[in-house]
């Protein structure tokens, strides 16, 4: 059977919610999950925190991609590029392309029509006031997409998945879905504060750091992981917060 093609993206207009940590995981967790798939990861932040720290685990299965082609002039996303360069991967028997976008802080959706065409988009926050209120807008925003391509028969909408991110506490945990609770979206688990983040995106001597990352947070990179592989299984928008 001809393998398939899924795009992921993490996005956010506000940065140092943990996008690009995300992207991370769920590039090397797809790598070192699956024996034959081939991993993409698109970095559209030209600060290329992933594809710099990326570079060096690359090989003919997982490759990392940064061009400027992926912008117009004007510094907004070149929607018609991106969607091709997506579209045009080549299919091959029993392997399956993964494709993860890392977007850069200040993206407006409304002009990213290329989110229409991805399987899931994951959307990290943190509880601090700022990044709640930007994440609210940020959805806004997404939905308001959305209904622009449904008035003018554009595709479904894919499921648009709220990750908790750097959270200390259950308490902070339930604050945080709280503060969601009528949104029209998943709301996934929560990935905790660890200072090993902190190192993730270090050249270490052996990666030690990337190792060690990728092992205290396995649970969670695997359930990331499923997510993306089985986002056909994710039918229907929630009518208000839905938790995962
Ligand atoms: N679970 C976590 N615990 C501790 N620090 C984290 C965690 N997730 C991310 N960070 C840190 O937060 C900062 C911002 O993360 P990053 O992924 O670069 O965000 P973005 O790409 O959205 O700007 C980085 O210094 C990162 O190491
Ligand atoms: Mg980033």
Same mark, same amino acid.
């Not at 207009?13 to 943990?18: A, I, L, M």
């Given at each position: 059977m001809l393998g398939i093609t899924k795009t992921a993206i993490f996005a956010n207009?506000?940065?140092?919610?943990?996008k690009s940590t995300l992207a991370l995981l769920m590039g090397l967790g797809l790598a070192t999950r699956s024996g034959r798939d081939k991993i993409e990861l698109i970095d559209l =932040?030209?600060?290329a925190t992933s594809s710099d720290s990326l570079k060096r685990f690359t090989n003919h299965r997982f490759s990392v991609v940064q061009d400027n =082609?992926?912008?117009?002039g004007n510094g907004f996303p070149n929607n018609a590029k991106i969607t091709n360069h997506v579209q045009s991967k080549e299919h091959f028997r029993d392997i399956n392309n993964y494709i993860i976008i890392d977007s850069p802080a200040g993206s407006d959706p409304v002009r990213s029509?290329?989110?229409?065409?991805?399987n899931i988009i994951f959307v990290p926050t943190s509880v601090s006031d700022a990044d709640l209120f930007a994440t609210r807008k940020f959805l806004d925003a997404l939905h308001q997409l959305f209904e622009e391509n449904q008035a003018s028969n554009g595709p479904k909408p894919p499921p648009v998945v709220i990750l908790p991110m750097m959270v200390d506490s259950r308490d902070e945990f339930n604050e945080m879905r709280t503060a969601f609770s009528d949104v029209p979206a998943y709301f996934g688990r929560a990935l905790y504060y660890s200072p090993l983040f902190r190192r993730a995106f270090r050249a270490e001597a052996n990666d030690e750091n990337v190792k060690m990352l990728l092992r205290e947070s396995s649970d969670y990179t695997l359930w990331l992981t499923n997510l993306m592989i089985h986002?056909?299984?994710?039918?229907v928008q929630p009518n208000k917060l839905f938790q995962l």
């Open positions: 207009s506000k940065g140092g919610v943990g =932040d030209p600060q =082609d992926f912008f117009l029509s290329f989110f229409m065409n991805s986002s056909h299984q994710i039918h």
